[in-house]
């Protein structure tokens, strides 16, 4: 989640409607332009007993984000606490319950993206060693319940924390016990965005079936291989989902501004601190009848934080978020993007995507939905055949795509090959949960402490 330090105060007020779509306007960019951004989160572990650090404690995550400043990472202070760190490559901040982000600078191929991972990775490991902590990438936590979990000092969460089981029954978990892996990419034109919209958002659920870690609650199977992607189901339905308005006639800009118009609001930021507005609405504060700052109109800042509110299987800002993984390992970090920028950066790649999806029907794109979280490859696609068939022609079409662009290493290999961890997932035709389910089944004997050993970074 975005990290906010500094009141924007010399940002336009908002006046009329129309300003609403400068962000995503001003988001447009020549293909030359285009770049890759990856964030992924992972969970921060006590190697002696698997507990999950507290933000004060020593060797917590206070001292893990201060450790990693040696490698030139600048802090970032709200409410006097080290919350994140800024440098050339992004930034690495923290999910609520300490879960650890990296949040991945625009970069140009996905050569430089995997690098950047590994720079990012090694560092961690560097400073978990000396500080008894360890790393988990999977999509939920295992083992531990909300109440074991720490809250981290950020603003934002407090309120979000406080909002979240007024709208759903499993939004804590969505803070407390989740991780993700996401990918952000450009767009040339408002029509270029709407078609890398609807594909990437008819064909989230495969990401979600491909990427499916989380089969586990509380030390037990829980039925699903994706919980992770289920928690969403029963979040917060105001600001969630599939967005069918997405392939209506006329889709646009002002639509999705009209969306974000209906999401409710949490906060506005204001002189360094959170001020609470969950629940109330940005069109009252466009007419500067906003309860938490009543006769005060927002300011351009407030709506690029309100669109970082909002939590459907696509989001759309200043650029296109894909939000349907599960967290994982590092080399599943790396195909992602692989999938996605295979999928939507290549024109004939593009095409050939709206071809396969563009005759589903919105009931069959949310039973899609509906499905893959339980059942992962194994689910029924749209038109007959499994998810696991489906992912297939899907990853035929990405590989054309990425052989397309052309961008080689210094060793003159393209980036085709990230998609390979996804090549092997599709070709067992399980999603990679049934593996972890296989193995506690078997030789973990039941044990899931044996995750630690096996999966970590």
Excluded at 69 to 98: C, H, M, N, Q
Excluded at 403 to 410: F, I, K, L, P, T
Excluded at 417 to 440: Q, T, V
Aim: glycine share 10%.
């Amino acid at each position: 989640m975005s990290t906010r330090t500094a009141s924007d105060s010399n940002d336009p007020i908002v006046e009329s409607r129309d300003q609403l779509a400068v962000p995503m306007i001003k988001g447009e960019k020549p293909k030359d332009r285009w770049r890759i951004g990856t964030e992924h989160e992972k969970f921060v572990y006590r190697t002696a007993d698997h507990r999950a650090p507290s933000y004060d404690e020593p060797g917590g995550i206070h001292d893990l984000l201060m450790a990693l400043t040696r490698f030139g990472w600048e802090p970032v202070i709200e409410g006097g606490k080290v919350i994140a760190l800024a440098g050339s490559d992004g930034t690495v901040s923290l999910e609520p319950a300490g879960q650890l982000e990296l949040s991945g600078a625009p970069l140009e191929n996905l050569h430089q993206t995997c690098a950047e991972t590994g720079r990012h990775l090694k560092q961690v490991k560097e400073v978990g060693a000396e500080l008894g902590l360890g790393f988990l990438g999977l999509g939920m936590w295992p083992d531990k319940t909300r109440a074991e979990l720490p809250i981290m000092p950020k603003g934002r969460y407090k309120i979000m924390l406080d909002h979240m089981p007024r709208v759903g029954s499993m939004g804590l978990d969505m803070m407390l016990r989740t991780c993700t892996v996401q990918t952000n990419l450009d767009y040339q034109s408002e029509a270029d965005m709407v078609q890398k919209f609807r594909v990437s958002l008819a064909l989230q659920p495969l990401a979600t079936a491909l990427f499916a870690s989380s089969p586990f609650t509380e030390g037990k199977p829980n039925g699903f291989m994706s919980y992770r992607s289920h928690i969403w189901t029963d979040t917060d339905p105001a600001r969630t989902g599939m967005l069918p308005f997405v392939f209506e006639d006329g889709f646009g800009y002002e639509r999705y501004v009209d969306y974000m118009l209906d999401v409710p609001m949490y906060f506005v930021f204001r002189d360094g601190k959170y001020i609470d507005a969950a629940g109330q609405s940005f069109r009252d504060f466009l007419k500067g009848e906003l309860p938490a700052l009543p006769g005060e109109k927002p300011r351009l800042s407030d709506w690029n934080d309100h669109l970082s509110t909002a939590f459907p299987e696509v989001r759309l800002k200043s650029f296109l978020e894909m939000r349907g993984a599960d967290g994982g390992p590092w080399n599943r970090i790396c195909a992602l993007p692989a999938l996605w920028v295979g999928l939507l950066y290549d024109q004939g790649a593009l095409d050939a995507a709206w071809d396969l999806v563009k005759g589903w029907s919105i009931e069959e794109q949310q039973t899609l939905r509906d499905a893959v979280p339980r059942d992962g490859l194994c689910a029924p696609a749209p038109g007959g055949g499994t998810v696991g068939e489906l992912a297939h022609r899907v990853l035929d079409i990405a590989a054309a795509g990425l052989a397309a662009r052309g961008e080689v290493n210094s060793m003159g290999d393209n980036e085709v090959g990230f998609l390979e961890p996804l090549r092997r997932i599709a070709k067992n035709g399980k999603s990679p949960a049934h593996d972890l389910l296989d193995r506690y089944e078997g030789p973990w004997g039941g044990d899931l402490s044996k995750i630690y050993d096996e999966l970590s970074f």
